[in-house]
T-cell receptor
């Protein structure tokens, strides 16, 4: 069982509200990720981080923002929630298994339980 | 275009039976392929990971195969249990960057009936 946590697990909120989804891991992993997943669909990467003070946007355009002030913490913020933001948000972190610096490694991603967000 | 296609989309089997899930990909250059199990309302959990040189890997009752020439993988589940009911996701990583970008399939929803 991976030591990666997400809160809240479920959130129902009205349009226009500001929300922050929390993600923390106790494994000391440098890399962390946020994915968005709709029912029956594939995961889409929306943000990732190589380490403290490093954040990048993923493949899927998202109005959310992230921060990485501490290694173990990678929160995601929506300044003004809209119904189109309704989805499941999954946080993950990874270690480095094999490979050398600069090469693509066989990173194994450990996922949190997810936050199911509903915006009314 | 890099893609990962899984079949079937859903599958229902009786407890104790075997089943095989398929994954076809067009990701290039290829780095590795993973199978994840995602229980309803939970995050995915890694089952197996295979690199280019590996063509089979087992994890308990789960056996994954990889044919890098035809770009196909399968996940075989032996003697299924009720707890095997979940979505099984095929994930392929490329070698295009240090990050090792991941391409996700939509998953096969497996239901095991008693």
């Amino acid at each position: 069982e991976a030591d990666i946590y997400q809160t809240p697990r479920y959130l129902v909120i009205g349009t226009g509200k500001k929300i922050t989804l929390e993600c923390s891991q106790t494994m000391g992993h440098d890399k962390m990720y946020w994915y968005q997943q709709d029912p029956g669909m594939e995961l889409h990467l929306i943000h990732y981080s190589y380490g403290v003070n490093s954040t990048e946007k993923g493949d899927l355009s998202s109005e959310s923002t992230v921060s990485r002030i501490r290694t173990e913490h990678f929160p995601l913020t929506l300044e003004s929630a809209r119904p189109s933001h309704t989805s499941q948000y999954l946080c993950a972190s990874s270690d480095r298994s094999g490979g050398t610096s600069g090469e693509s490694s066989t990173d194994t991603q450990y996922f949190g339980p997810g936050t199911r967000l509903t915006v009314l | 275009k890099n893609q990962v296609e899984q079949s079937p989309q859903s599958l229902i089997i009786l407890e104790g039976k075997n089943c095989t899930l398929q994954c076809n990909y067009t990701v290039s250059p290829f780095s590795n392929l993973r199978w994840y199990k995602q229980d309803t309302g939970r995050g995915p959990v890694s089952l197996t990971i295979m690199t280019f040189s590996e063509n089979t890997k087992s994890n308990g009752r789960y056996t994954a195969t990889l044919d890098a020439d035809t770009k196909q993988s399968s996940l075989h589940i032996t003697a299924s249990q009720l707890s095997d009911s979940a979505s099984y996701i095929c994930v392929v990583s490329d070698r295009g960057s240090t990050l090792g970008r991941l391409y996700f399939g939509r998953g096969t929803q497996l239901t095991v009936w008693p």
